[in-house]
């Protein structure tokens, strides 16, 4: 699975996840609520009302409803179709409602907002903006067409023009508010949630593979023996067997597959000599492995050791933790994919803190988007002339969210800068500069008496 893969899941595919028994709870709620409004109203305030259009309304929703839960199996997941359906119906269904008692006159025009607001946080935004619109051409109508509130006297209830006005006016900026509000923090928890899956993803993925490596270095290191004993007996048998050749040439064969074996073996579990010494390695040792994979792309890959670094402090054997090679090597990919010829990876460390820094000597960030570095599934604000020179920052920001978020996780701290911002920098006539800071304590494998503790090495059984 690479970045290029991992997509953020659009609205119809959220809409497509709403069940149809969650509509209908909510509307016999809604409809429960309208039943106890009309009689309260009818029999506590004495209000003349028209009751048989009410019901009607009311009625029709019952049927509704009723129809939906006999016809359909409870699980029934509703389309982006279908969900507007819904929501547009209950739309209509509580402005005749309103249009028959009051109209704007009625302080539960208010619940217009309800479905306006439900449509924002689950449907799509072309599904929002239907809804939006239709709700602001009933309101309208509401405003100056409806059938009156009549007292028990025979009076008129109604409010003075001018606040109809104001609750027209309230209504139709409520509803683009809380349209935009809340699609707007609906967005940002969906894109959150997506680069949050993908992390984990990439985390699981490296954690495969790390597990992967170990198991693979200790079943190198278990089977030397028995492999070494296959072919000291081959020997053995090929010098005795010289006066039968086709025995002497079996036992030549059983020699070169136990070589071919150890060959193997060692190729697939040369990143660690056994097990326990894949849970810990030096500094520059993990930096050089979190660069593996891209020291082939044409591209000059140069590890150095800051020149102010403490010849007091020996350098740290860190915890080989997947959350920190997969973060460094997304940190790393990134300076490679922009460099012009060279990507520089400094380490630091002091008794307190260790720190890496990744420089490229590519174009820099964005100015516009330096704020904005680690938020996942960016989108360009406006048009900018360094934006061709850099691109794919234009993009979904994806990588760099899921390498910032790793590495926070094993308690480092990140900053973006461009080198020429800081003219004090001895590679200030470079381009885009990445600095990890780990307190020591919570990255160093050390011990308090300086010796690394790996503990019993076990062998595997099976």
Known sequence: MTQATIKPLGDRTRANWIRLRTMIVLRWVAIAGQLIAITVAQRLFGLQ???????????????????????????????????????????LQLSFLLFVTGGLNNPFSLLLLAPVTISATALSLRSTVVLCGTAIVLVSILATYHFPLIT????????PDVFVFGNWIALIIAIVFSTAY??????????????????????????????????????????????????????????????????AEDAALIRDQADRCRDI?????????????????????????????????????????????????????????PEIIHGLRNLIQNA????????????????????????????????????????????RRRPEPASSERPEY????????????????????????????????RFNELGAVVEVIWPRRQLDAQTTNGSTSLGENLPIRI
Not at 199 to 215: C, N, P, S
């Open 49 to 91: 009302l028209e009751l048989a259009l009410c019901y009607f309304a009311i009625g029709v929703s019952v049927i509704g409803n009723l129809i939906a839960t006999l016809v359909f199996p409870e699980n029934k997941r509703l389309s982006e179709y279908e969900n507007l359906s819904m929501v547009l119906f209950d739309l």
């Open 394 to 425: 234009e993009g979904m920001g994806l990588g760099l969210f899921i390498a910032k978020t790793l590495l926070e996780r094993s308690g480092a701290e990140l900053r973006f800068a461009n080198g020429s911002e800081d003219p004090t920098d």
């Open 265 to 321: 073996l060692r190729d697939m579990g040369r990143a660690g000599k056994d097990d326990l010494h894949m849970h810990t390695a030096p500094l520059m040792t993990v930096l050089e492995e979190a660069a593996e994979p891209h020291r082939m792309r044409g591209k000059t890959i140069e590890f150095s050791i800051d020149p102010t670094a403490s010849d007091t402090v020996d350098q740290p054997a860190i915890y080989r933790k």
């Open 182 to 247: 809340s699609r707007r923090v609906t967005t940002e928890i969906h894109s959150m949630s997506d680069a949050l899956t993908a992390t984990q993803m990439a985390l699981a993925r490296e954690q495969k593979l790390t597990d992967l490596g170990g198991v693979v270095a200790a079943a190198a290191h278990e089977l030397g023996t028995p492999l070494a004993t296959i072919k000291l007996t081959s020997v053995e048998l090929l010098s005795e067997l010289q006066s039968w050749p086709e025995l």
């Open 152 to 159: 028990q006297n025979g009076g008129l209830m109604e409010i």
């Open 336 to 379: 490679v994919d922009f460099a012009s010829t060279t990507v520089w990876v400094e380490a630091n460390w002091t008794d307190r803190h260790i720190s890496v820094r990744i420089f490229d000597d590519g174009k820099g960030f964005p100015p516009y988007l330096l704020g904005r570095i680690g938020d996942p599934f960016m989108r």
